[in-house]
């Protein structure tokens, strides 16, 4: 159950978060109305089977039940609790658009052989019953080898369920051949400047002996 929000402002929304209330906005066929519904009342619904894409009934101040759905909601950046959120009156007869998550399952054939498996695609977009929209979406990626790619043409979604993306254009997941390390190659010239420079300190060696050799000769004369 939530309650109409007769005070508006930055500070009663912050009042409300203080006492454990989320503020928020219900939209419908009629114009919005401004709620706020106890935290661990959303959490608990949006933890549901259905998720982030569950039905709500909603009841304003103890009048009708309200279906509705999860439209956008605001996060705290340090904390992460939801600050705000919109909800979407629906009729449970009519589809919705709603983005579900995709999930990964199985191990690919060319991860047993070195590769790296990447996931392409987190969310997919997809168009259901409300009560039809499923929590998420799973592909099995056991047969992709080293160069491999599962697109969206290779997923089958749930009955009642239609696939909004592009089916040949988006991919869900890759698997790669593991990255090497190559040296680089020396420029062309750098041998020949390296090879002068230990010419160049080798002489200057020979020649130092030279001197040395010298001055003990002129050294030896003298006496």
Same mark, same amino acid.
């Given at each position: 159950?939530?309650?109409?929000?007769?005070? =508006? !402002?930055?500070?009663?929304?912050?009042?409300?978060?203080?006492?454990?209330?989320?503020?928020? @906005?219900?939209?419908?066929?009629?114009?919005?109305?401004?709620?706020? /519904?106890?935290?661990?009342?959303?959490? +608990?619904?949006?933890?549901?089977?259905?998720?982030?894409?569950?039905?709500?009934?909603?009841?304003?101040?103890?009048?009708?039940?309200?279906?509705?759905?999860?439209?956008?909601?605001?996060? %705290?950046?340090?904390?992460?609790?939801?600050?705000?959120?919109?909800?979407?009156?629906?009729?449970? %007869?009519?589809?919705?658009?709603?983005?579900?998550?995709?999930?990964?399952?199985?191990?690919?054939?060319?991860?047993? #052989?070195? !590769?790296?498996?990447?996931?392409?695609?987190?969310?997919?977009?997809? #168009?259901?019953?409300? =009560? &039809? @929209?499923?929590?998420?979406?799973?592909?099995?990626?056991?047969?992709? !080898? /080293?160069?491999?790619?599962?697109?969206?043409?290779?997923?089958?979604?749930?009955?009642?369920? +239609?696939?909004?993306?592009?089916?040949?254009?988006?991919?869900?997941?890759?698997? +790669?051949?593991?990255?090497?390390? /190559?040296?680089? &190659?020396?420029?062309?010239?750098?041998?020949? &400047? #390296?090879?002068?420079?230990?010419?160049?300190?080798?002489? !200057?060696?020979?020649?130092?002996?030279?001197?040395?050799?010298?001055?003990?000769?002129?050294?030896?004369?003298?006496?």
């Amino acid at each position: 159950m939530v309650q109409n929000r007769a005070v =508006l !402002g930055s500070a009663e929304s912050r009042r409300l978060r203080r006492a454990g209330v989320i503020p928020g @906005v219900l939209y419908g066929r009629e114009k919005p109305v401004a709620i706020s /519904i106890a935290e661990r009342d959303l959490r +608990t619904a949006l933890t549901s089977k259905g998720g982030l894409n569950a039905v709500l009934d909603v009841v304003v101040d103890g009048g009708n039940a309200h279906s509705s759905v999860l439209k956008d909601y605001q996060q %705290d950046p340090v904390r992460g609790l939801i600050t705000h959120v919109d909800l979407q009156e629906v009729r449970l %007869d009519q589809p919705i658009h709603a983005t579900v998550p995709l999930h990964l399952h199985g191990e690919p054939a060319g991860v047993k #052989e070195g !590769g790296v498996l990447s996931q392409v695609t987190n969310e997919l977009n997809v #168009e259901a019953l409300p =009560l &039809e @929209v499923p929590e998420h979406l799973d592909a099995d990626v056991s047969a992709l !080898g /080293i160069g491999d790619s599962l697109r969206l043409s290779a997923l089958t979604a749930p009955e009642g369920v +239609t696939l909004l993306d592009d089916l040949d254009e988006t991919v869900l997941a890759t698997v +790669t051949a593991p990255t090497r390390e /190559i040296e680089p &190659e020396p420029v062309e010239g750098e041998e020949g &400047e #390296e090879a002068a420079e230990g010419e160049t300190a080798a002489e !200057g060696e020979t020649a130092a002996g030279d001197a040395g050799g010298e001055t003990a000769e002129s050294g030896s004369s003298e006496e």
